[in-house]
């Protein structure tokens, strides 16, 4: 039985990463990928990795075989957080507290959204105005009007 069979995806990077004697300053470079990614991944980042991120990474640590199999299989699924607000996906942050007297500004993103299904708003007022609130607001409406996350 392989007992690094039960490691995370983070934990196994790690784990590889050390075994190779690299920093993670080190790989990074290796594997032509930011810092950041390599730390979001040993932290088991909230979002799903590109597959090519890992063959780079499986590249740099100079990884082959069957290990090579088990850093590029996909991750298995975890359940939903029991904490979970929404059945469907998102990645829109939570208001701090109620838009109020927006309505005028929030009016034509609505009807932007509604207009010909679109899929994409660009807001460009000017900076400092407040562009963030709204946006948060329709998104939250068009949860669901978008199965795969809005």
């Known amino acids: 039985m392989d007992v690094d069979s039960d490691l995370t995806l983070g934990e196994r990077i790690r784990r590889l990463r050390r075994g190779a004697g690299l920093s993670q300053e080190e790989l990074a470079a290796r594997a032509g990928i930011s810092l950041c990614s390599v730390g979001d991944l040993e932290r088991g980042g909230p979002h799903a990795p590109r597959r090519e991120t890992l063959r780079l990474l499986a590249e740099a640590l100079g990884v082959f075989g069957a290990e090579r199999g088990r850093l590029l299989a996909p991750p298995r699924a975890l359940p939903p957080p ?9 990645n829109s942050p939570a208001p701090p507290n109620p838009l109020i007297g927006r309505a005028a500004e929030v009016a034509p993103v609505r009807a932007g959204m509604r207009r010909r299904g679109a899929r994409l708003i660009t807001l460009t007022w000017p900076a ?23």
């Open 82 to 90: 029991a904490t979970a607000r929404s059945a469907v996906p998102h």
């Open 128 to 150: 400092g105005f407040g562009k963030t609130r709204p946006a948060v607001a329709v998104a939250g409406e068009a949860l669901s009007a978008f199965p795969d996350g809005a």
